[in-house]
C-alpha cells in the first residue's frame, strides 16, 4: 500500500523559507516521479515541480530559481525547500507519486503553507 505523508506546513512571512517533507512508503522512490503540488483558494491545482526517475527535475516558472525539490532515497522522503516566499505561494501542498510523465497515482493529504505580507 502507498502511503504519502507531507509535513512542514506552516505560516511564513514573505521572503522567508520553508522546507516541505513527504515520508514516502510502500514504493521505490528512485523508480517513480514525485512531485509537488499546490491548490490555493478558489484555483485548480497546479503542478509546482517535479522529479522524475532518472533525478531530472522540472518547475513551474513561478517557481523557478525559488523551490526546490530533492529526494533521499535512503530516507524515502521528498523534499521542497521553499525560499524567498510570496503571498501568492498560499495554498495546499500535495505530495504525489506516478510513473514517468503520466497523472499521479497516489496522493498524500496536504500540508497548508501561508505566506503573509
Known amino acids: 500500500q502507498v502511503q504519502l505523508v507531507e509535513s512542514g506546513g506552516g505560516s511564513v512571512q514573505a521572503g522567508g523559507s520553508r522546507r516541505l517533507s513527504c515520508a514516502v512508503s510502500?514504493?521505490?522512490?528512485?523508480?517513480?516521479?514525485m512531485a509537488w503540488y499546490r491548490q490555493a483558494p478558489g484555483k485548480q491545482r497546479e503542478l509546482v515541480a517535479n522529479i522524475m526517475a532518472g533525478g531530472i527535475t522540472n518547475y513551474v516558472d513561478s517557481v523557478k530559481g525559488r523551490f526546490i525539490i530533492s529526494r533521499d532515497n535512503a530516507k524515502n522522503t521528498v523534499y521542497l525547500q521553499m525560499n524567498s516566499l510570496k503571498p501568492e505561494d498560499t495554498a495546499v501542498y500535495y505530495c504525489?507519486?506516478?510513473?514517468?510523465?503520466?497523472?499521479?497515482?497516489?496522493w498524500g493529504q496536504g500540508t497548508q503553507v501561508t505566506v503573509s505580507s
Open positions: 510502500g514504493i521505490i522512490l528512485s523508480l517513480n516521479t
Open positions: 504525489a507519486a506516478g510513473l514517468g510523465l503520466g497523472n499521479p497515482y497516489s
